[in-house]
């Protein structure tokens, strides 16, 4: 598989592990590195994340449904283990939020000064309290517009699918975004069998096979429709096939988190294994 230029960075595929539990330590982020992912997106780091929410995770036929928000390491301690990668030249996106703009500006000069080379906005996580499953264009400008005000950092702003995301995207890019990594979770729900009640108490985040569709189609709308900024497509991807799909639909790159939940490395390696032997094509194209 051909290397791309993904946020700046230069990585060796366009297969990227994406932001979750998976990638909240230091010594899981170096092991997918090795296993030959293109790049890693770190937890997202927050400088005040939730305390005392129930972080579960919940296995679905089709997927997954979790509860989870930030990491709850601090910024400290993030930002040493971004200097350790940093000084080994590691390919790794530091995943961002904040309570306000403001802060996520603060942060990311922060981030900057560690060597950090790429940068995500998780800003639309749905899990950590009401309101956040109804993004806006100024909400996501706000982000954006801060994060620029203070890194010169190049920037992707990770958006969920639904109502309002051409004006989503157009917001993140006027606000100084590089790119958009589409999808995050959207809205979920399972039920328990024997109760009735809803797994988890309510809905929350959904991820896994059955978003690909869905996220296919946004991506190529997007292109349809004359946004020629990179897109990181997201949601779905359990092989080599899910990755050349979304290339072919006008991805630049591939993220890949659910289906790491199942013997991690091991999928990993086969999901790059398999992209190198199908994604030749729209992966030139892509570059």
Request: hydrophobic share 40%.
């Amino acid at each position: 598989m051909s290397a791309v230029h993904v946020l700046g960075l230069r990585i060796r595929n366009a297969v990227i592990v994406g932001s979750g539990l998976l990638t909240d330590q230091e010594r899981n982020i170096r092991r997918l590195l090795e296993t030959g992912a293109g790049a890693v997106v770190t937890k997202t780091i927050h400088p005040s994340p939730p305390r005392g929410l129930d972080e579960r995770l919940v296995r679905l036929p089709v997927g997954m449904l979790n509860s989870t928000t930030y990491s709850k390491r601090t910024v400290d301690h993030w930002l040493m283990v971004l200097r350790s990668f940093a000084q080994d030249d590691l390919p790794v996106i530091a995943s961002l939020h904040a309570d306000t703009p403001r802060e996520l500006g603060a942060l990311a000069a922060e981030v900057q000064a560690t060597g950090c080379r790429a940068l995500e906005l998780g800003i639309s996580c749905l899990n950590e309290g009401p309101g956040l499953t109804d993004d806006t264009p100024e909400r996501v400008y706000a982000y954006a517009a801060a994060t620029r005000s203070r890194t010169s950092l190049p920037f992707s702003v990770k958006l969920a699918i639904g109502e309002g995301l051409e004006a989503r995207v157009r917001a993140a890019l006027a606000g100084g975004a590089d790119a958009v990594t589409v999808s995050d979770t959207i809205p979920g729900a399972a039920v328990v069998p024997d109760t009735g009640e809803l797994e988890l108490g309510g809905t929350f985040g959904y991820s896994g096979p059955g978003i690909k569709p869905l996220v296919l189609a946004a991506v190529w709308r997007l292109r349809k429709r004359g946004f020629d900024l990179p897109v990181l497509g997201c949601g779905g991807v359990a092989s080599g096939r899910d990755v050349a799909d979304y290339l072919s639909v006008g991805a630049q790159a591939v993220q890949v988190y659910t289906a790491l939940h199942t013997d991690t490395y091991a999928t990993l390696d086969r999901i790059v294994g398999e992209a190198a032997g199908l994604a030749q094509g729209p992966l030139e194209a892509a570059t």
